[in-house]
């Protein structure tokens, strides 16, 4: 039997002393619940911001209006900022957002339905990735909360390239 990804995250963030946190949207703390389904996480696992609406991601994360008006939610930029508040919040070492579209309703041709950004900030900088998952909405949120798991699992393994 394979073991579990938040098993393995926590074995590597305890071996790197490392800390970690979340700001989810879309996963609606999903990648908390996992992580914490792990007994000892809390060597490791400082904490998740929910943040849903534009307010909460302003007022929670400090991601700027400008950033939400501009690029909207599902974006690039708006994942920086959610990651950035969240390891500030927290006092992390490492911390990764995750904001999408969940669906059945909220796509659009150049976002469809099943569109999710994760971002992650770390001390040697800032990466993000983009993931478009099928399947209906808990599908989707289930896929997100194994990717945001995973994006800092291929970090702590040395497998990403250089910083955004």
């Known amino acids: 039997m ?85 390891r500030k919040a927290f006092k992390a070492d490492l911390a990764v957002s995750i904001s999408g579209i969940a669906g059945p309703t909220g796509g659009t041709p150049e976002k469809p339905v099943g569109t ?3 971002g992650l900030e770390t001390p040697d900088g800032v990466w993000t990735r983009r993931h478009h998952f099928s399947g209906n909405r808990i599908e989707v949120k289930q896929q997100a909360a194994a990717a945001a798991i995973q994006f800092v699992l291929d970090y702590l393994e040395g497998e990403l390239g250089p910083a955004d």
């Open 2 to 86: 394979d073991t579990p990804i938040e098993v393995l995250l926590g074995e590597r963030l305890k071996a790197r002393g490392l800390t970690l946190a979340t700001a989810e949207s879309c996963t609606g703390g999903l990648v908390g619940d996992r992580i914490t389904n792990v007994s000892g996480s809390s060597d490791y696992y400082l904490g998740a911001v929910v943040a849903y609406a534009y307010q909460a991601k302003v007022d929670l994360l400090g991601v700027s209006w400008e950033t939400l008006n501009t690029h909207g939610a599902v974006s690039a930029e708006t994942v920086r900022e959610m990651a950035a508040g969240a």
């Open 116 to 118: 999710v950004w994760f």
